[in-house]
């Protein structure tokens, strides 16, 4: 089946520490996303990649980190240095940027600080 | 920053009712689509509309457009139980891409049996 699969669904972290969220799609997709939900609210971009090597902030990118080495991957790093890192964060995909594209979500990762 | 807000914050209905939510936005925008979340889950495409289009349907889904208000409305019509979860709305303002849309908070819909 194509789509994005994001891994973990449900990690908990203690405080202080580093964790990865994993996304990886099939979809032959070239920009990807990472989005984080708090609950009963919308989405707010963190950070997305047009292309291979490239990335960009998005409207919360402090605290985190990303990678884009490959096509089809595109690992969070919730660093130590977000303050509230609890929530639910989606990957996506598009084929492109191009105006219009559609976005593409996986199923989300729920992060837990304890 | 967040763009499009939706209202009602949330919405109970009768199975067999039709449900409307709204979705404003303050910018000007090249298009506007509408999302789907179940609980806990991912979002789901639904339907995009162009700033030059002014309704589109789409199965019992019916969106319209008004860019001189700086609104949009989704209509779903003889809704089903299954038509519950939250719906939002994505904006890409006008003159970028789809790297820039943002979301709004959503309208969460309750389809009673």
Known sequence: D???????KYLFRKEGQ????????NLNHDAMYWYRQDPGQGLRLI?????????????IAEGYSVSREKKESFPLTVT??????????????????RSGNTIFFGEGSWLNVV | SQQGEEDPQALSIQEGENATMNCSYKTSINNLQWYRQNSGRGLVHLILIRSNEREKHSGRLRVTLDTSKKSSSLLITASRAADTASYFCATEPYNTNAGKSTFGDGTTLTVKP
Not at chain 1, 18 to 25: A, D, K, P
Not at chain 1, 84 to 94: D, E, H, I, Q
């Open chain 1, 47 to 59: 950070y997305y990649s047009q292309i291979v090597n490239d990335f960009q902030k998005g409207d």
């Open chain 1, 18 to 25: 580093n964790v990865t969220l994993s996304c990886e799609q």
């Open chain 1, 2 to 8: 194509g789509g994005i699969t994001q891994s973990p």
């Open chain 1, 80 to 97: 130590s240095a977000q303050k509230n890192p609890t929530a639910f964060y989606l990957c996506a995909s598009s084929p492109g940027t």
